[in-house]
């Protein structure tokens, strides 16, 4: 599989400039005949609170039209980020939007960042989302979700590939990509991070640190364009791996079930 990595320059709430900016690089993905494109958290606005401007109503979602429209047009699938309205309050969602322009999959964060008020806000998510998507099942999650491992856990056990997308600044990216490496290595997995660049209006700053790790934690290699990082994902090559060192099934999940 042809996988593109965005680390989307978000303009502040603002989604009709986001949404210029991410056809442009769906256009460039589809010329590379990438098969799937990922855009970071809260794609057309950055991490936002403002739930009066940012959340939508799911049955009429604007952001999830769109990016239908755009997915059948071009003939790729997208994961992308959105607030969708829950009650008094919202849930941050990815979402994956297959090659006709369908939703073939849907997660809500279950851990909202605290630390940034964002559980003021949003409401947590409570189920797993793994979809079936080019012979590859594909795990979502969203920024903080990363340093809670369990999840991960149970996400690589039916998973080829878990994907987050984030909002994680320039002073934490440390942090980001241990994380995400050590997530490759203890699940072995492909595990793919796509970070936002740029500065939000909260004067937070954002590096470029959108990557891919295999089941070893090896960085792969990609092809650049812009901002945006093309890679080659293959199952097989973890398969043929495990094969060869496998840790997973030496894992005692009842026992880790009476401890924690």
């Known amino acids: 599989m042809r996988l593109a990595l ?5 303009v502040w709430e603002d989604k009709q400039s986001n949404l210029t900016l991410c056809e442009e690089y769906i256009r460039k993905a589809s010329n ?13 606005t950055g991490f936002s609170n403002n739930i009066n401007l940012t959340a939508e109503h799911k049955e009429d979602s604007t952001t999830i039209k769109l990016f239908s429209e755009l997915s059948e047009k071009y003939s790729l699938a997208i994961v992308f980020g959105v607030v969708i309205q829950d ?3 919202a849930l941050n969602k990815s979402i994956l939007i297959d090659t006709s322009g369908k ?3 849907e997660y809500s964060k279950v851990h909202p960042f ?14 797993l989302c793994i979809v079936n998507f080019n012979h590859m099942k594909i795990g979502l999650s969203i920024c903080y979700d990363l340093r809670f491992p369990e999840l991960y856990s149970a996400l690589a056990e039916k998973s080829d590939l878990v994907v987050n997308i984030a909002n994680w600044p320039a002073k934490r990216i440390d942090h980001w990509n241990t994380l995400l490496k050590a997530r490759a290595i203890e699940n072995q997995v492909y595990m793919a991070g796509v970070n936002r660049v740029g500065k939000d209006a909260n004067g937070l700053e954002y590096i470029e640190s959108s990557s891919l790790f295999n089941a070893n934690g090896e960085l792969l290699e990609h092809k650049q364009i812009d ?11 973890t398969k043929k791996f495990k094969e060869q060192f ?9 026992f880790y079930k009476e401890i924690l």
């Open 6 to 10: 965005v680390s989307l320059d978000q």
């Open 32 to 44: 590379e005949k990438v098969d799937l494109i990922v855009f970071p958290e809260m794609t057309l």
């Open 87 to 89: 009650g008094k309050k």
């Open 103 to 105: 939703v073939g999959g």
């Open 114 to 127: 605290s630390f940034a008020g964002e559980d003021k806000y949003f409401n947590s998510g409570h189920q």
């Open 227 to 237: 901002n945006m990082k093309i890679y080659e994902v293959d199952k097989t090559w």
């Open 246 to 254: 496998n840790t997973t099934d030496d894992r005692k999940i009842d």
